[in-house]
């Protein structure tokens, strides 16, 4: 089984600010790797997929990079309404699992 | 407008049954592979199964696996959770999601539902 590690439970950054998120996958997923914003009472939200690729609608100052083992979700300029938890998903292992990460809580000061 | 919508949820004992529906619309059903993902109460996201666009196949987390049957129905736009032997652990939010179109099983989800809460307690 796959367990993908987010290395911190709770981040506190200022707006304006940048924000690092990390994914740490225990074996290499390649590229396939997703980002979910959930707020409070909402379902998950689909940000990046494929590692790096925005989904439709989602604002540029979000970005994702990594491959193999380790994966960074960036918020530049962060605003209010970004926070959230923040969940990193794999979709790489047969058969079929998907697993998340335990999630980052960005809260933003 | 695309969406997803769950049905069913609601309070049952344990070692009892439920069966979730979520119903489809504004897009072609039959050309996604679904999946449901749960989320206890204060809690992160757990995958649970995926199904094939004809439903031909399905595969579940080890967590489930022998107690939740995951079918659809084409036809009616509708997808569904047979969740049986049901225990105090499996209470939780229920969503439906959607795969990404043309990635077979390789997909993230991009649509979700509002979810369903499936509370297990006597």
């Known amino acids: 089984e796959i367990v993908m590690t987010q290395s911190s439970a709770t981040l506190s950054v200022s707006p304006g600010e940048r924000a690092t998120l990390s994914c740490r996958a225990s074996?290499?997923?390649?590229?396939?790797l997703a980002w979910y914003q959930q707020k409070p009472g909402q379902a998950p939200r689909l940000l990046i997929y494929g590692a790096s690729t925005r989904a439709a609608g989602i604002p540029a100052r979000f970005s994702g990079s990594g491959s193999g083992t380790e994966f960074t979700l960036t918020i530049s300029s962060l605003q209010s309404e970004d926070s959230a938890v923040y969940y990193c998903q794999h979709y790489n292992k047969w058969p079929p699992m998907y697993t998340f990460g335990q999630g980052t809580k960005l809260e933003i000061k | 407008h695309v969406q997803l919508v769950e049905s069913g949820g609601g309070v049952v004992q344990p070692g009892r049954s439920l069966r979730l529906s979520c119903a489809a619309s504004?897009?072609?059903?039959?050309?996604?592979?679904l999946s449901w993902v749960r989320q206890p109460p204060g809690k992160g996201l757990e995958w649970l199964a995926v199904?094939?666009?004809?439903?031909?196949?399905?595969y579940y987390a080890d967590s489930v696996k022998g107690r939740f049957t995951l079918s659809r129905d084409n036809s009616k736009n509708t997808l569904f959770l047979q969740m049986s032997s049901l225990r105090p652990e499996d209470t939780a939010v229920y969503y439906c999601s959607r795969l990404s179109a043309g990635t077979r099983w390789f997909g993230a989800f991009d649509l979700w539902g509002q979810g369903t809460m499936v509370t297990v307690s006597s």
């Open positions: 504004g897009f072609t059903f039959s050309g996604h592979f």
């Open positions: 199904i094939s666009p004809d439903g031909s196949s399905a």
């Open positions: 074996q290499s997923v390649n590229s396939n």
